[in-house]
């Protein structure tokens, strides 16, 4: 056993967290308060090189291992809950893209998307379908050399700032969750309509519906063999599942850092606030949760770069971290008093954005069916 990270890994952390404090960090409620698209940011970390960590260098990515892909989520969500989605979305994306799209796709879209030059975007969930994903009503008709893609997608994240989206789609309607294909959807054709939401939180990166009517796309924007799409995704999210956990973790982390500082400064009763371990013992407790909390994590994205089973694990980390980043973030704003309720400091976006990802990519009740089956056995599900 070997609880350190690698010289590259410590290294790349190191700046990314010197960037997340100095360049993310001080303009996190700007871009809320304002619900504008971070695209200044987006370029940065373009610069840095950190939207393309998983994708192969051929096609201009940094070919990073998925401990450090994580490590760069939790330092960039210490600065920006939202930016981390740019890592987030081209490690889920560039994942699916990169193993079984065309070559023609990868060479226009994932080199693209590495330099910071397109945003893609996740196009599952349906007004009828979000846990229950695979009872999608999209669908794609197979016509000459084309699909014709008709449907209505809704709650995806960063759709107002995306070119392209992956969309689900069903192929073969009678095939449940086998007919289900992934095509690579650009967002400026003829018959698209997006729609925004006024979300509670993560309002710079706006989430949305897309609408899909008798959208013309070329054969080879099927990503993968016709009905794999389902499969495909799964797997993915076997992966982002863990860098949310990492992005939760890395947002409570922060806050509890500045908490521990606020407590040293504000005196109450006569004494500084650190000094009651009715404060203090709260918050070591919250570091104590996170640090084991992180630990599964790195342990989940260990066990994939081996290539060894970790579906159990990272269902593990997406339904708890964000739980406990909530919980630890809601004591931190308590904590603060009445200061941790105005938008002077970040605590009340952080506690609004991090919910979000209590629900997306999969909820807590999602996650303990897949931990069920996979201890239980499949003959146990209920459904
Ligand atoms: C911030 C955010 C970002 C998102 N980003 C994307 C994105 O980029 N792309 C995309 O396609 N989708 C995205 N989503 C959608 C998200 O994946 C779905 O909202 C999620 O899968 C849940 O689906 P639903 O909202 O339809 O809830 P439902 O399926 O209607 O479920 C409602 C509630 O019932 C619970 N429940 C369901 N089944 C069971 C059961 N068997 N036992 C117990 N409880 C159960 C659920 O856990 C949930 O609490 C996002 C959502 C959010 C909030």
């Not at 370029?43 to 994708?55: C, N």
């Not at 989206?165 to 959807?185: E, M, N, Y």
């Not at 342990?299 to 339904?319: F, G, I, N, S, V």
């Not at 990802?357 to 239980?376: N, P």
Request: with cysteine; proline share 4%.
């Amino acid at each position: 056993m070997d609880f350190r990270f690698n010289d590259v890994q410590e290294s790349m952390a190191k700046v990314v967290r010197n960037f997340a404090n100095k360049v993310l960090l001080p303009q996190y409620g700007y871009w809320d308060q304002k619900e504008e698209f971070p695209y200044e940011q987006w370029a940065k970390m373009a610069e840095l090189d950190l939207l393309g960590l998983r994708v192969s260098e051929r096609y201009g990515g940094q070919e990073a291992d998925c401990v450090t892909a994580g490590l760069i989520a939790e330092e960039i969500a210490r600065g920006d809950f939202n930016c981390a989605y740019g890592v987030l979305m081209t490690c889920l994306v560039g994942d699916i893209i990169e193993r079984f799209a065309t070559e023609k796709i990868k060479n226009n879209w994932l080199s693209k998307m590495a330099k910071g030059e397109k945003i893609i975007c996740i196009a599952l969930t349906e007004p009828q379908a979000g846990c229950d994903a695979a009872a999608l009503n999209a669908r794609a008709v197979k016509k000459e050399d084309s699909y014709v893609l008709n449907g209505e997608k809704s709650a995806i994240s960063l759709l107002r700032a995306s070119d392209a989206a992956v969309v689900f789609a069903k192929t073969d309607p009678a095939a449940g969750a086998r007919g289900i294909s992934a095509f690579l959807v650009p967002l400026d054709l003829p018959g698209i309509t997006l729609q925004s939401y006024p979300d509670m939180g993560s309002k710079a990166i706006v989430r949305g519906s897309l609408f899909l009517d008798d959208i013309v796309i070329p054969e080879e924007n099927l990503i993968g063999q016709e009905g794999g799409g389902f499969i495909q995704v799964m797997q993915a999210f076997d992966y982002s599942r863990v860098i949310i956990a990492l992005m939760c973790l890395g947002a409570a982390q922060i806050t509890i850092e500045e908490t521990v500082e606020y407590v040293k400064q504000r005196s109450v009763f006569g004494k500084p606030l650190a000094k009651f371990e009715g404060i203090s013992f709260p918050l070591v407790e919250w570091l104590t949760r996170l640090e084991a909390a992180r630990w599964l994590c790195y342990r989940a994205l260990w066990l994939r770069d081996q290539e060894l089973p970790h579906t159990k694990e990272a269902a593990m980390c997406k339904w708890l971290c964000p739980e406990l980043a909530v919980a630890a973030i809601h004591e931190c704003l308590l904590i603060h008093g009445h200061y941790g309720y105005t938008r002077e400091f970040p605590i009340e976006q952080r506690m609004r954005d991090v919910i979000g990802l209590q629900i997306g990519d999969g909820t807590a009740q999602v996650q303990k069916i897949i931990i069920s089956r996979e201890v239980f056995g499949r003959e146990f599900l209920p459904y």
